[in-house]
């Protein structure tokens, strides 16, 4: 069984810092690439960050500079460091595994349930 499981998520003030963790099983994780995505609470997806097999990153223009993202093939897990978090940063962050084309990734193989990010002013 596939499985991509988000943690790290919560509420904090803005200028704080969450680390989250997407944990994958049930398939070759080194093999994928993997990204985050985010969902507002007004419902906008939005592409955070994507992280290639070949360790290139890339960031969304509302994030770069503030957050960084990594993984960890041995331990079949990718990270979305945030610093410098805001208040717009507030929404649902979504792992996914699947293959980047330019930035962005033109097919999702695997979603995880996602994990919950509030950010107050």
């Known amino acids: 069984e596939v499985r991509l499981v988000e943690s790290g998520g919560g509420s904090v003030q803005a200028g704080g810092s969450l680390i989250l963790s997407c944990r994958a099983s049930?398939?070759?994780?080194?093999?994928?690439?993997m990204a985050w995505y985010r969902q507002s609470p007004e419902n906008r997806c939005e592409l955070v960050s994507t992280?290639?097999?070949?360790?290139?990153?890339d960031f969304a223009d509302s994030v770069q500079g503030r957050f960084a993202i990594s993984r960890d093939n041995d331990k079949n897990t990718a990270y979305l460091q945030m610093n410098g978090l805001k208040p717009e940063d507030t929404g649902m962050y979504y792992c996914?595994?699947?293959?980047?084309?330019?930035?962005?990734?033109?097919?999702?193989?695997?979603w995880g349930q996602g994990t919950q990010v509030s950010v107050s002013s």
């Open positions: 996914a595994a699947g293959v980047c084309q330019g930035w962005k990734m033109s097919k999702v193989d695997y």
């Open positions: 049930g398939f070759i994780f080194g093999e994928l690439d």
């Open positions: 992280i290639r097999k070949n360790g290139r990153t």
